[in-house]
C-alpha cells in the first residue's frame, strides 16, 4: 500500500520561501510520477506542478518560474520549493502519486493518481 506523508508547511510572510516535503514508501519510487495540488476553502483541488520519473517536470502556468518541483530517488522524497509566496497561495498542498510515466495532458487531472498525502497546510500572512 502506497503511503504519502508531506511535512514542512507553515505560516510564512508575503515574498517569503517556504519548501514542503512529501516522503513516499510502499512503491517503487523511481517509477512513479509524483504531482503536487493545493486546495482552498470552496474551491476544487488544483494543480501546481508535476515530475515523473523519466522525462521533466511540470507546472501550473501561474505558477511557473516561482515553484519548483523535484525528486530525491535516493530518499523516495519529492519536494516543492515556493518562492515569492503570496496570501493566494495559502492552502491545503497535497502531493500525490501515479504509477509509472503519466503522459503530460494527464499530470493536471487528479484521476491521474492512485495515492494521495493528508495534506499540509501553507498560510502566507503578515
Known amino acids: 500500500q502506497v503511503q504519502l506523508a508531506e511535512s514542512g508547511g507553515g505560516l510564512v510572510q508575503p515574498g517569503g520561501s517556504l519548501r514542503i516535503s512529501c516522503a513516499v514508501s510502499?512503491?517503487?519510487?523511481?517509477?512513479?510520477?509524483m504531482g503536487w495540488f493545493r486546495r482552498t476553502p470552496g474551491k476544487e483541488r488544483e494543480f501546481v506542478a508535476a515530475?515523473?520519473?523519466?522525462?521533466?517536470?511540470f507546472y501550473a502556468s501561474s505558477l511557473r518560474g516561482r515553484f519548483i518541483i523535484s525528486r530525491d530517488n535516493a530518499k523516495n522524497m519529492v519536494h516543492l520549493q515556493m518562492n515569492g509566496l503570496t496570501p493566494e497561495d495559502t492552502a491545503v498542498y497535497y502531493c500525490?502519486?501515479?504509477?509509472?510515466?503519466?503522459?503530460?495532458?494527464?499530470?493536471?487531472?487528479?484521476?491521474?493518481?492512485?495515492?494521495w498525502g493528508q495534506g499540509t497546510q501553507v498560510t502566507v500572512s503578515s
Open positions: 500525490a502519486a501515479a504509477p509509472g510515466s503519466a503522459i503530460a495532458s494527464a499530470l493536471r487531472v487528479t484521476d491521474t493518481y492512485d495515492a
Open positions: 510502499g512503491r517503487t519510487f523511481s517509477s512513479t510520477t
Open positions: 515530475a515523473r520519473r523519466v522525462g521533466g517536470t
